[in-house]
């Protein structure tokens, strides 16, 4: 791979593009949720002057889910980075601190209560730590590059 291919892959990996990627990710699965939860719900009655109830309630739905979800993958990746960069230590404890910070900020924000938030937070923490530790997202680098094939021929086993 020469030098400039390596600079473009560089690039993708900074943190604020992380945290640009996890808000996106975000948007996306929360609005599916939204989408799933609308189906779920009840249908609004039909009022006058209103046009199409049920349409306004899912996009309704699907856009506070999805901002939602956006917020909290924003909040936990920048503040995962900024803990990494900090500590200069790739482990579980950011993303506990990360987990922790994006649910007390979005979700106690969202609930406007302190126990809703230091709960969140709890929570976020404990299920990102977990994960974490038990091999999901942490990964050690040895240096070595493996390659999907090989370009070696092998030895014909025929004489």
Known sequence: MDPSEQRYLEDDTTPMMKTVKGATMGLVSGTIWGTICATWADVPRVERGVALPGLIRTLK??????L?????????????QLVLNYRGKRDFVNGSIGGFAAGAAVLGFKARSIPT???AGAALAVTSALLDAGGQTTRIDNGKEYAA???EKRPSPLP
Not at 61 to 66: S, T
Not at 68 to 75: K, L, Q, S
């Open 68 to 80: 939602t979800f956006a917020a909290i993958g924003g909040v936990y990746i920048g503040v995962e």
């Open 117 to 119: 938030a230091l709960s």
């Open 149 to 151: 094939y090989t370009t």
């Open 61 to 66: 739905m699907m856009g506070n889910h999805g």
